[in-house]
């Protein structure tokens, strides 16, 4: 981290005599063209400590990231347009930028990295928050393949997941409404469904058991993603399931009562 900083520091001190040069010579104004040469790598060295931030979270900081890449690349055009004519004058203004951009990048990387893995030597999992880049440009290639192929099923699922998606009211889904009352007895009236205490909280814990069986044999991984998934068919936040549930499975694991 201090090498990287080191590198931030020396890399903008590069930068910023071509930056300062190409404003100067569009506004005329010295203090003007100081302040607005360090726009870019000031941005740059901002995003770069928020992804670090997130990733010590577990986060994979994908927006952080990918301002911090913009704000580099600002800083590598104006570099370029400074530039001489050649190769080589293109090289030596365009190296110390894309050196920052790598190394701030792949420490993120390293940060998160390092933190699941002192998550997972403590037992606890950290849920992943967000698709990579990769994964989401696959994902919208594959959806346009599948419009070109079927049209009108894919334009009316299409409808359907924006009406579940967008909220139907402030603070409310359409996917996520809670639970009517009779609709939460007949959960609870199911042959086999666990009993269920009249809460929430209970009728979320009877319905993890009615769809993946005994929660005595529940893995302690899939806590974040059946919470998330299960939590709004019964009008209960995702954060308050995923911790009731944890606690109820780790306290089957121990032996405990529940």
């Given at each position: 981290?201090?090498?990287?900083?080191?590198?931030?520091?020396?890399?903008?001190?590069?930068?910023?005599?071509?930056?300062?040069?190409?404003?100067?010579?569009?506004?005329?104004?010295?203090?003007?063209?100081?302040?607005?040469?360090?726009?870019?790598?000031?941005?740059?060295?901002?995003?770069?400590?928020?992804?670090?931030?997130?990733?010590?979270?577990?986060?994979?900081?994908?927006?952080?990231?990918?301002?911090?890449?913009?704000?580099?690349?600002?800083?590598?055009?104006?570099?370029?347009?400074?530039?001489?004519?050649?190769?080589?004058?293109?090289?030596?203004?365009?190296?110390?930028?894309?050196?920052?951009?790598?190394?701030?990048?792949?420490?993120?990387?390293?940060?998160?990295?390092?933190?699941?893995?002192?998550?997972?030597?403590?037992?606890?999992?950290?849920?992943?928050?967000?698709?990579?880049?990769?994964?989401?440009?696959?994902?919208?290639?594959?959806?346009?393949?599948?419009?070109?192929?079927?049209?009108?099923?894919?334009?009316?699922?299409?409808?359907?997941?924006?009406?579940?998606?967008?909220?139907?009211?402030?603070?409310?889904?359409?996917?996520?409404?809670?639970?009517?009352?009779?609709?939460?007895?007949?959960?609870?009236?199911?042959?086999?469904?666990?009993?269920?205490?009249?809460?929430?909280?209970?009728?979320?814990?009877?319905?993890?058991?009615?769809?993946?069986?005994?929660?005595?044999?529940?893995?302690?991984s899939d806590v974040s993603r059946v919470s998330t998934e299960l939590a709004p068919e019964v009008g209960l936040h995702p954060g308050a399931a995923r911790a009731a549930l944890r606690r109820h499975v780790q306290s089957l694991h121990n032996g405990s009562p529940s």
């Amino acid at each position: 981290m201090l090498a990287l900083g080191l590198l931030a520091a020396v890399s903008a001190v590069v930068s910023f005599a071509a930056q300062y040069r190409m404003v100067l010579a569009a506004k005329s104004v010295p203090a003007i063209a100081a302040l607005e040469a360090g726009i870019p790598d000031v941005a740059a060295l901002i995003f770069a400590t928020l992804g670090i931030a997130l990733a010590l979270h577990g986060r994979r900081a994908i927006r952080a990231r990918f301002l911090n890449i913009a704000a580099v690349a600002t800083s590598v055009t104006m570099n370029v347009l400074a530039a001489g004519q050649g190769w080589r004058d293109l090289a030596i203004w365009a190296m110390p930028p894309v050196g920052y951009a790598l190394a701030s990048d792949t420490a993120i990387g390293v940060v998160r990295a390092w933190t699941l893995a002192r998550q997972r030597a403590l037992s606890e999992a950290l849920a992943d928050d967000e698709a990579t880049p990769l994964a989401v440009v696959a994902g919208l290639l594959l959806w346009l393949l599948r419009l070109a192929l079927a049209p009108r099923s894919t334009l009316t699922g299409f409808r359907r997941w924006v009406i579940d998606e967008c909220p139907a009211a402030p603070g409310r889904r359409a996917g996520q409404l809670q639970v009517t009352v009779p609709a939460r007895a007949a959960i609870t009236s199911r042959p086999g469904a666990a009993p269920r205490g009249g809460t929430k909280t209970a009728d979320f814990l009877g319905l993890v058991a009615d769809r993946y069986g005994p929660l005595a044999a529940f893995p302690l991984s899939d806590v974040s993603r059946v919470s998330t998934e299960l939590a709004p068919e019964v009008g209960l936040h995702p954060g308050a399931a995923r911790a009731a549930l944890r606690r109820h499975v780790q306290s089957l694991h121990n032996g405990s009562p529940s």
